[in-house]
């Protein structure tokens, strides 16, 4: 084989490489389009300008991880409603279990994926917090 051969072959690869769009982002001012199916940060559903959460307990008795704090509440019409709701995102796996055991649809993940933050209190996202999620 002629020795040149495989110094103009390792060339014509460069080469390609330098008209095909680059594989990487401009990350944080170029955004990546997370999938349809993403399971980012979770959100709380809102139904008649209230959580549609219930507090009745399967998405922290399902959740492996054990993160999710539930603690039932009364309203004046006797009907129950979280009145605390707490992730733990430091401990969350992410699995979309609580979103699937859900029997009234009052939690969603998000395509949310930057948790990153300073304080470890910072990643214990309440109610109020996971209401404001889009
Ligand atoms: S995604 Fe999984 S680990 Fe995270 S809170 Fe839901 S059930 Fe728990
Ligand atoms: S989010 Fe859904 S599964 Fe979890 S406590 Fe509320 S109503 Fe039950």
Do not use: W
Not at 13 to 27: A, D, M, R
Not at 36 to 64: D, E, I, M, W
Not at 125 to 132: P, Q, T
């Amino acid at each position: 084989m002629n020795p040149i051969t495989p110094i103009i072959n390792g060339l014509k690869i460069t080469l390609s490489h330098l008209f095909k769009k680059p594989v990487t982002l401009q990350y944080p001012t170029e955004r990546p389009k997370v999938a349809q199916r993403f399971r980012g940060l979770h959100a709380l559903n809102v139904s008649h300008n209230k959580a549609k959460c219930v507090a009745c307990y399967l998405c922290p008795t399902v959740c492996p991880a054990k993160c999710i704090t539930v603690e039932a509440g009364e309203d004046a019409n006797h009907d129950k409603y979280a009145a605390r709701y707490e992730i733990d995102m430091l401990r969350c796996i992410f699995c979309g279990y609580c979103v699937e055991a859900c029997p009234v649809d009052a939690i969603r993940m998000t395509g949310e994926f930057e948790l990153a933050n300073y304080r470890r209190q910072d990643f214990v996202y309440s109610k109020e917090r996971l209401l404001e999620k889009k």
